[in-house]
């Protein structure tokens, strides 16, 4: 269903997108990767589990929150891959919020 066009001058990097290393296109937003890798979701809600993804790809809805490079609440439209980066899917509130530990 999403798809990114070809493009010969793309440069690829590699990240991992829960636990598996994929080459991405350099360039384009976590949210991106997660929809054309397949995710059928980024996020769970806290309160009843229900899984969420992308919606207005533009910051505003916040449904597509991510944990990256082991910060949780990131929204995955607004963060640009970069080499190395660890990408996961979050469940609930994720880990952290404010340094408080929420498991």
């Given at each position: ?70 910060k949780s609440n ?30």
């Amino acid at each position: 269903m999403f798809k990114q066009l070809p493009s010969s001058d793309a440069k690829t990097i590699e990240v991992s997108l829960n636990g598996v290393k994929i080459q991405v296109t350099e360039g384009v937003t976590v949210a991106a990767i997660a929809l054309i890798h397949g995710l059928s979701y980024t996020r769970t809600t806290p309160v009843s589990a229900s899984k969420r993804a992308p919606f207005c790809m533009m910051g505003v809805c916040y449904e597509c929150q991510m944990v990256i490079d082991g910060k949780s609440n990131q929204r995955a439209c607004m963060t640009y891959v970069q080499q190395g980066m660890q990408v996961e899917t979050q469940q609930g509130v994720g880990s952290k919020i404010g340094g408080i530990v929420y498991e």
